[in-house]
């Protein structure tokens, strides 16, 4: 149950019925009405905006409006004052009954608590990692990736039909670099001193293992052959193998993708053309010299006419350039076509994640989307920042074995797959990171993972415990038939509280993007068991298990069951795995 979207409906309901009594005029719009939680607790429980966004069409004062809905709202069942504060808002105090209550709820959900159909079945795309082929992952991938898919889990728990897309950028130059790299490793497997690797190349030992493959699979033939020709071998292999290694490496991480689309395979297609000329019949490309860059003028910059796509209708800077001077694609025709194919795939909400340096594509990218698609295809871009690496507040680099990079594996290997993934969410992604290897392994209430994964596995060594008292194989049905109206003391409510607005909380997250919102909900979650938890420990009275009481205890245990799964719920959502007792 989402308490806000019940009460929003009830407050439409307040708003029906004043308009049956004709005080209030048929078809005023609605879908401004919002209920949320004060801004100051002291407030009441929920908060309305009704009265102030309905006024104007009303014809009432903002204050007038509130006092009748405020009369309609204290007739509401659990509603125990209503309060109207500031230039209009409406705030309702609910009874204890109501928070109790919401226990039964979470017990019947059980882990998929916080699942909604606010997304409608609606296709989402999510195109998130799409590192260059070149390599094994590296920890500059990292907060993308656990970005991305957590994101994607986000959508999927609110009802949205989600496709997760690597975007392979297979046809730039870097491609001939990795081909000429592996080349080299081949005549190195054949015997060849190559000496060290030239500048410019790639020089990884993971390139070793493929330079022997080829060596077996062709001996020396590729040293015969044209080196146009030996070079496409090559490129293929190379291409094929790094991403098996890629998708090993996010394997690890607990990643998938459903899709994989080859920017080669805009190349050569007609994709590229069509979509060109697709922006050209709408007028949207013309042939225009542009003015020389900002700043300091490069060397080599000259002014020449070029064909251009005019970005600036869509609130980019400049317009921008779809061929270079050679006659070839700019980066950014095949982009447009890319995204033009999804659009085409049924995907109108497109999200794409991107590394800090890639920000300044932005807009040229949403101006080139809403043209290709006539404003249809709603496109957003959520960029992560930098991840620094640290070991006891000192920067930190671990070994180099992939050439000049600290691996994804490295990473991994460390400190494990959960920790990696909850800590990458612990910030808002646009913020800097700082991953610090002895922190996150901290077992304190510093490190918002253990504190979490903590608190899940306090509950299940309670639960055993119970067992050991007596109170065992209890079912999720006998605990939801529990008496709740015995947890009355503050902090119980309070936890329950918390519970109950986890599903607004999911919704608000997955509209915003912004998945690191469920790390910092369950780090509240958690808080509040470990300090009803301490408060058991002061006061044996307010213990989970009171073997003198059945009745008291099975309530207790009803909560912390439902606190184990609101967890598991938001760690589902976060693509970790939560915990049955701390190694």
């Known amino acids: 149950m989402n308490i806000f979207r019940h009460f929003e409906s009830r407050v439409a309901a307040a708003v029906a019925a004043l308009q049956a009594e004709g005080s209030l005029p048929d078809g005023l719009d609605l879908s401004r009405i919002t209920v949320e939680p004060p801004r100051d607790p002291s407030h009441g429980d929920l908060s309305t905006n009704a009265a102030m966004v309905l006024s ?14 405020a009369a309609k709202l204290t007739a509401e069942e659990f509603v125990t004052a209503v309060e109207i504060a500031g230039p209009g808002f409406i705030n309702l105090r609910l009874k204890n009954e109501f928070w109790q209550l919401r226990v039964g709820d979470i017990l019947r959900a059980v882990d ?8 409608q079945g609606e296709a989402v ?7 260059n082929p070149t390599g094994p992952m590296h920890v500059g991938h990292v907060r ?17 039909r989600v496709c997760r897309e690597y975007y392979i950028n297979d046809a730039g130059g870097q491609i001939e670099v990795l081909a000429r790299s592996v080349m080299l490793r081949y005549r190195e497997a054949l015997g060849e001193d190559i000496g060290a690797m030239p500048e410019g190349l790639y020089p990884g030992d993971y390139l070793k293992p493929l330079g022997a493959d080829l060596a077996a699979e062709f001996g020396n033939r590729l040293l015969e052959m044209d080196e146009g020709e030996a070079l496409a071998i090559t490129r293929d292999r190379a291409i094929d193998a790094m991403m098996e290694m890629i998708r090993g490496d996010l394997a690890v991480l607990g990643i998938t993708h459903e899709t994989f689309f080859s920017e080669r395979s805009l190349h050569g297609s007609g994709a590229i053309e069509a979509t060109l000329q697709l922006l050209e019949d709408k007028g949207l490309i013309y042939i225009g010299t542009l003015e020389p860059p900002k ?21 980019d800077d400049v317009d921008r350039a779809l061929k270079k001077s050679d006659g070839s694609w700019t980066y950014f025709a095949p982009d447009i076509a890319y995204h033009l194919d999804k ?11 991107w590394g800090a340096d890639h920000a300044g594509y932005i807009k040229r990218m949403r101006a080139a989307i809403a043209g290709v698609t006539g404003g249809e295809g709603e496109f957003d871009v959520k960029v992560c920042q930098l991840v620094k690496l640290y070991r006891n507040g000192e920067p930190f680099k671990m070994s180099k074995r992939a050439g000049d990079f600290v691996t994804l594996r490295d990473v991994v290997d460390e400190v494990g797959k959960d920790v990696v993934r909850f800590m990458m969410l612990t910030r808002k992604n646009e913020a800097p990171l700082d991953f610090d290897f002895a922190k996150v392994m901290e077992q304190s209430r510093d490190n918002p993972v253990f504190y979490v994964q903590y608190a899940h596995a306090r509950i299940k060594s309670v639960l055993r415990n119970a067992g050991d008292a007596g109170f065992d194989a209890l079912s999720d049905v006998d605990l939801s038939e529990a008496d709740f109206s015995l947890l009355e003391d503050e902090a119980e409510l309070a936890l329950i509280r918390l519970m109950a607005s986890f599903p607004r909380q999911v919704e608000q997250a997955a509209l915003a993007h912004e998945p690191h919102r469920i790390s910092f909900a369950l780090h509240d979650i958690a808080s509040g068991f ?3 938890w301490n408060k058991g ?4 009275s307010l213990r989970f298990i009171l073997p003198e009481d059945r009745a008291l205890t099975l309530a207790r245990l009803s909560l912390i069951r439902a606190v184990a799964y609101v967890l598991a719920s938001g760690l589902a959502i976060l693509g970790v795995s939560p915990v049955e007792e701390m190694r």
């Open 537 to 540: 420990k002061d006061d044996p």
């Open 125 to 131: 795309n999510v195109e998130y990692v799409s590192a």
């Open 295 to 315: 700043g300091e003028v490069p060397d080599d910059w000259e002014a020449r006419p070029q064909t251009l796509f005019r970005s600036t209708e869509f609130g």
């Open 144 to 160: 993308g990736a656990v970005f991305g898919d957590a994101l994607a889990n986000l959508l999927e728990k609110v009802g949205y």
């Open 530 to 532: 470990h300090g009803l």
């Open 112 to 119: 998929s608590y916080g699942a909604s159909d606010l997304g």
């Open 56 to 69: 104007k069409a009303a014809g009432k004062k903002p204050r007038d409006l509130a006092d009748a809905l």
């Open 343 to 353: 659009y085409n795939r049924g995907f109108r909400k497109m999200i794409d994640v």
